[in-house]
Protein backbone atom coordinates (compact mmCIF):
# COMPACT_ATOMS: atom_id res chain seq x y z
CA UNK A 1 0.00 0.00 0.00
CA UNK A 2 3.00 2.37 0.83
CA UNK A 3 4.45 1.82 -2.31
CA UNK A 4 1.45 2.23 -4.07
CA UNK A 5 1.19 5.47 -2.66
CA UNK A 6 4.44 6.59 -3.09
CA UNK A 7 4.09 5.61 -7.26
CA UNK A 8 0.71 7.57 -7.11
CA UNK A 9 2.74 10.75 -5.56
CA UNK A 10 5.60 10.82 -7.49
CA UNK A 11 4.09 12.42 -10.97
CA UNK A 12 6.92 12.60 -14.02
CA UNK A 13 7.36 16.32 -12.31
CA UNK A 14 8.10 14.98 -9.32
CA UNK A 15 10.75 12.18 -11.03
CA UNK A 16 12.57 14.86 -12.92
CA UNK A 17 12.72 17.15 -10.06
CA UNK A 18 14.24 14.05 -7.96
CA UNK A 19 16.58 13.06 -10.70
CA UNK A 20 17.98 16.26 -10.62
CA UNK A 21 18.59 16.19 -6.70
CA UNK A 22 20.03 12.50 -7.25
CA UNK A 23 22.47 13.95 -10.12
CA UNK A 24 23.61 16.92 -8.47
CA UNK A 25 24.40 14.48 -4.90
CA UNK A 26 26.32 12.45 -6.80
CA UNK A 27 28.46 15.08 -8.22
CA UNK A 28 29.11 15.87 -4.24
CA UNK A 29 29.46 12.42 -3.63
CA UNK A 30 32.25 12.03 -6.07
CA UNK A 31 35.01 14.12 -3.85
CA UNK A 32 33.72 12.59 -0.85
CA UNK A 33 36.36 9.11 -1.54
CA UNK A 34 39.38 11.10 -3.26
CA UNK A 35 38.69 13.45 0.32
CA UNK A 36 38.76 10.13 2.41
CA UNK A 37 42.13 8.84 -0.05
CA UNK A 38 44.35 12.26 0.44
CA UNK A 39 43.38 12.39 4.10
CA UNK A 40 44.59 8.09 4.34
CA UNK A 41 47.66 8.75 2.53
CA UNK A 42 48.72 12.33 3.52
CA UNK A 43 49.08 13.80 0.47
CA UNK A 44 47.02 15.56 -2.89
CA UNK A 45 49.53 14.50 -5.37
CA UNK A 46 47.13 11.91 -6.73
CA UNK A 47 45.11 14.61 -8.24
CA UNK A 48 46.64 16.63 -11.01
CA UNK A 49 46.99 20.26 -9.89
CA UNK A 50 45.81 21.36 -13.43
CA UNK A 51 42.46 19.36 -12.67
CA UNK A 52 42.40 21.06 -9.40
CA UNK A 53 43.06 24.33 -10.99
CA UNK A 54 40.17 24.11 -13.98
CA UNK A 55 37.74 22.48 -11.22
CA UNK A 56 37.96 25.63 -8.94
CA UNK A 57 37.61 27.59 -11.90
CA UNK A 58 34.54 25.56 -13.27
CA UNK A 59 32.70 25.94 -10.47
CA UNK A 60 33.29 29.46 -9.95
CA UNK A 61 31.82 30.11 -13.59
CA UNK A 62 29.31 27.70 -12.85
CA UNK A 63 27.65 29.00 -9.50
CA UNK A 64 27.23 32.94 -12.12
CA UNK A 65 25.86 30.38 -14.30
CA UNK A 66 23.26 28.80 -12.12
CA UNK A 67 22.50 31.81 -10.01
CA UNK A 68 22.30 34.17 -13.05
CA UNK A 69 19.64 31.66 -14.94
CA UNK A 70 17.77 30.64 -11.71
CA UNK A 71 18.26 26.92 -12.75
CA UNK A 72 16.01 24.52 -10.19
CA UNK A 73 17.05 24.10 -6.43
CA UNK A 74 18.64 20.91 -6.21
CA UNK A 75 21.79 23.10 -8.41
CA UNK A 76 21.72 26.32 -6.22
CA UNK A 77 21.67 23.66 -2.99
CA UNK A 78 24.33 21.28 -4.63
CA UNK A 79 26.54 23.22 -6.17
CA UNK A 80 28.06 25.56 -3.56
CA UNK A 81 28.36 21.76 -1.61
CA UNK A 82 30.57 20.66 -4.43
CA UNK A 83 32.13 24.02 -4.41
CA UNK A 84 33.09 23.41 -0.71
CA UNK A 85 34.25 19.59 -1.52
CA UNK A 86 37.03 21.48 -4.64
CA UNK A 87 38.13 23.80 -1.99
CA UNK A 88 38.27 20.94 0.67
CA UNK A 89 40.66 19.45 -2.00
CA UNK A 90 42.78 22.20 -2.77
CA UNK A 91 43.15 23.00 0.75
CA UNK A 92 44.50 19.63 0.94
CA UNK A 93 47.06 20.01 -1.43
CA UNK A 94 48.21 23.29 -0.12
CA UNK A 95 48.43 21.70 3.57
CA UNK A 96 50.56 18.61 2.49
CA UNK A 97 52.59 20.26 0.20
CA UNK A 98 55.98 22.18 2.03
CA UNK A 99 57.85 24.97 2.51
CA UNK A 100 57.57 27.25 -1.22
CA UNK A 101 55.39 24.93 -2.84
CA UNK A 102 52.69 25.42 -0.47
CA UNK A 103 52.74 29.33 -0.53
CA UNK A 104 52.82 29.56 -4.46
CA UNK A 105 49.66 27.35 -4.51
CA UNK A 106 47.74 29.40 -1.82
CA UNK A 107 48.89 32.82 -3.63
CA UNK A 108 48.19 31.36 -6.54
CA UNK A 109 44.29 30.35 -5.33
CA UNK A 110 43.42 33.61 -3.62
CA UNK A 111 44.54 35.52 -6.68
CA UNK A 112 42.26 33.35 -8.92
CA UNK A 113 39.40 33.52 -5.92
CA UNK A 114 39.58 37.54 -6.09
CA UNK A 115 39.14 38.47 -10.39
CA UNK A 116 35.90 36.19 -9.57
CA UNK A 117 34.87 38.10 -6.84
CA UNK A 118 35.74 41.43 -8.43
CA UNK A 119 33.33 40.61 -11.45
CA UNK A 120 30.60 40.27 -8.58
CA UNK A 121 29.06 43.68 -8.97
CA UNK A 122 28.52 43.77 -13.26
CA UNK A 123 26.34 39.63 -12.22
CA UNK A 124 24.07 41.14 -10.05
CA UNK A 125 23.85 44.18 -12.21
CA UNK A 126 23.02 42.27 -15.44
CA UNK A 127 22.90 38.52 -14.32
CA UNK A 128 21.86 36.51 -17.44
CA UNK A 129 24.11 38.43 -19.77
CA UNK A 130 26.99 37.07 -17.58
CA UNK A 131 25.23 33.20 -16.86
CA UNK A 132 25.09 32.37 -20.52
CA UNK A 133 29.09 32.97 -21.16
CA UNK A 134 30.04 31.89 -18.04
CA UNK A 135 27.85 28.38 -18.36
CA UNK A 136 30.12 27.62 -21.32
CA UNK A 137 33.38 29.04 -19.78
CA UNK A 138 32.65 25.97 -16.92
CA UNK A 139 31.94 23.52 -19.44
CA UNK A 140 35.20 24.11 -20.80
CA UNK A 141 37.08 24.67 -18.21
CA UNK A 142 35.41 21.36 -16.85
CA UNK A 143 36.34 19.45 -19.51
CA UNK A 144 40.24 21.07 -19.71
CA UNK A 145 40.20 20.01 -15.93
CA UNK A 146 39.73 16.27 -16.68
CA UNK A 147 42.38 15.49 -19.39
CA UNK A 148 45.71 16.44 -17.02
CA UNK A 149 44.12 13.57 -15.10
CA UNK A 150 43.93 10.97 -18.04
CA UNK A 151 47.26 12.53 -19.08
CA UNK A 152 49.15 11.82 -15.58
CA UNK A 153 47.89 8.59 -15.49
CA UNK A 154 48.79 7.43 -18.44
CA UNK A 155 52.15 8.78 -18.25
CA UNK A 156 52.97 7.30 -14.82
CA UNK A 157 51.03 4.31 -15.68
CA UNK A 158 49.45 4.02 -12.19
CA UNK A 159 46.02 5.60 -10.53
CA UNK A 160 47.56 5.38 -7.19
CA UNK A 161 46.42 8.49 -5.37
CA UNK A 162 43.58 8.64 -7.59
CA UNK A 163 40.46 7.20 -6.00
CA UNK A 164 37.82 5.07 -8.27
CA UNK A 165 35.01 6.16 -6.14
CA UNK A 166 35.36 9.72 -7.98
CA UNK A 167 35.17 8.25 -10.81
CA UNK A 168 31.81 6.07 -10.40
CA UNK A 169 30.44 9.18 -8.94
CA UNK A 170 30.93 11.11 -11.57
CA UNK A 171 29.55 8.84 -14.08
CA UNK A 172 26.57 8.14 -12.15
CA UNK A 173 25.85 11.79 -11.98
CA UNK A 174 26.69 12.58 -15.19
CA UNK A 175 24.46 10.03 -16.53
CA UNK A 176 21.44 11.03 -14.51
CA UNK A 177 22.17 14.59 -15.57
CA UNK A 178 22.33 14.11 -19.22
CA UNK A 179 18.74 11.98 -19.05
CA UNK A 180 17.50 14.59 -16.70
CA UNK A 181 18.90 17.63 -19.14
CA UNK A 182 17.39 16.30 -22.56
CA UNK A 183 13.51 15.27 -20.57
CA UNK A 184 13.55 19.14 -18.80
CA UNK A 185 15.14 20.54 -21.39
CA UNK A 186 17.54 22.39 -19.71
CA UNK A 187 19.91 24.65 -21.02
CA UNK A 188 22.73 23.66 -23.73
CA UNK A 189 25.66 24.20 -21.43
CA UNK A 190 24.41 21.81 -19.17
CA UNK A 191 23.81 19.30 -21.28
CA UNK A 192 27.03 19.77 -22.42
CA UNK A 193 28.89 19.31 -19.40
CA UNK A 194 26.75 16.09 -18.66
CA UNK A 195 28.01 14.37 -21.68
CA UNK A 196 31.46 15.88 -20.93
CA UNK A 197 31.38 13.82 -17.55
CA UNK A 198 30.30 10.80 -18.66
CA UNK A 199 33.10 10.67 -21.40
CA UNK A 200 35.63 11.46 -19.26
CA UNK A 201 34.05 9.17 -16.25
CA UNK A 202 34.10 6.09 -19.27
CA UNK A 203 37.91 6.73 -19.95
CA UNK A 204 39.03 7.38 -16.76
CA UNK A 205 37.19 3.88 -15.79
CA UNK A 206 39.01 2.58 -18.50
CA UNK A 207 42.25 3.43 -17.64
CA UNK A 208 41.58 2.21 -14.17
CA UNK A 209 40.95 -1.28 -15.48
CA UNK A 210 44.17 -0.91 -17.32
CA UNK A 211 46.43 -0.04 -14.95
CA UNK A 212 45.08 -2.73 -12.48
CA UNK A 213 45.14 -0.51 -9.19
CA UNK A 214 42.19 0.59 -6.90
CA UNK A 215 41.81 3.08 -4.58
CA UNK A 216 38.14 3.43 -3.76
Same mark, same amino acid.
Given at each position: ??????????????????????????????????????????? @??????????????????????????????????????????????????????????????????????????????????????????? @?????????????????????????????? @???????????????????????????? @????????????????????????
Amino acid at each position: MALSWLIAFLTPAHMLELSMWVAQFFYFACFVPQIITNFRVKS @GTGVSDLLLAFYFNAYLFLLYYIFGLNLPLAYQVMVPLQMVATITLIVQRVYYAQGAESKRLLRLYLINAAVFVAILPFAVQDPISIAHPF @GWCSFFAAFASQIPQVVKIHRQKTVAGFSF @GFVLFLGLAAFIELTTAVVAQLPAQTLC @GALRGLVMAAIMSLQFVRYRTYHA
